[in-house]
Nanobody, 124 residues
Framework: QVQLVESGGGLVQAGGSLRLSCAAS????????VGWFRQAPGKEREFVAA????????YYADSVKGRFTISRDNAKRTVYLQMNSLKPEDTAVYYC?????????????????WGQGTQVTVSS
């Protein structure tokens, strides 16, 4: 099994930056993909970004392209989400999740493992 723990959330002013971390433990696989999702109050959980564990291929939601960067450190078993130029509409609970392969990474259905979430609040 895989356990995922997010950290790095907090309160930041609009235009500021945060870096989220997703630390994996337990059994991991080289063909896994790790995705970031977010959910604001009253809204559906939405895809943010994803990365392949081994090859580093990335995919971003249109709403965060050019502002957010996903990366991974395989030795540390950690995936990062660097968030720049934050906007109030980025406010949400952010979750990391893991799945096998790099297909349909923007959909929640294929992800088998989820972290507990970390709150990101962007003030205007």
């Amino acid at each position: 099994q895989v356990q995922l723990v997010e950290s790095g959330g907090g309160l930041v002013q609009a235009g500021g930056s945060l870096r989220l971390s997703c630390a994996a433990s337990g059994r991991t696989f080289s063909d896994y993909a790790v995705g970031w999702f977010r959910q604001a109050p009253g809204k559906e959980r939405e895809f943010v970004a994803a990365i392949s564990w081994s090859g580093g291929s990335t995919y971003y939601a249109d709403s965060v392209k050019g502002r957010f960067t996903i990366s991974r450190d395989n030795a540390k078993r950690t995936v990062y989400l660097q968030m720049n130029s934050l906007k109030p509409e980025d406010t949400a609970v952010y979750y990391c999740a893991a799945k096998t392969g790099f297909s349909a990474v923007a959909k929640t259905l294929g992800y088998d493992y989820w972290g507990q979430g970390t709150q990101v609040t962007v003030s205007s």
